[in-house]
């Protein structure tokens, strides 16, 4: 399972961590990402992952309506 939201295609980046000696290692910067259960047009529901960023966005888009 890949580590990507699927509505906006956010996935992993690649960083450093920098210590105080400014010595510099790998790490991985992983989205926020939750399950949710959406419906589609026929009835049935399908789980998806999307980035908590995401979530919040369609939240206020969807109390604005």
């Known amino acids: 399972m890949s580590r990507r939201c699927d509505i906006t295609g956010k996935g992993v980046m690649?960083?450093?961590?920098?210590?105080?000696?400014?010595n510099k290692t790998k790490r991985k910067l992983k989205?926020?990402?939750r399950s949710?259960?959406?419906?589609l047009e026929n009835g049935e529901t399908c789980k998806i992952k999307v980035a908590a960023s995401t979530l919040r966005t369609l939240k206020k888009?969807?109390?604005k309506s």
């Open 14 to 22: 690649i960083g450093n961590n920098v210590s105080h000696a400014n």
């Open 31 to 33: 989205p926020n990402l």
């Open 36 to 39: 949710i259960r959406i419906k």
């Open 61 to 63: 888009s969807k109390n």
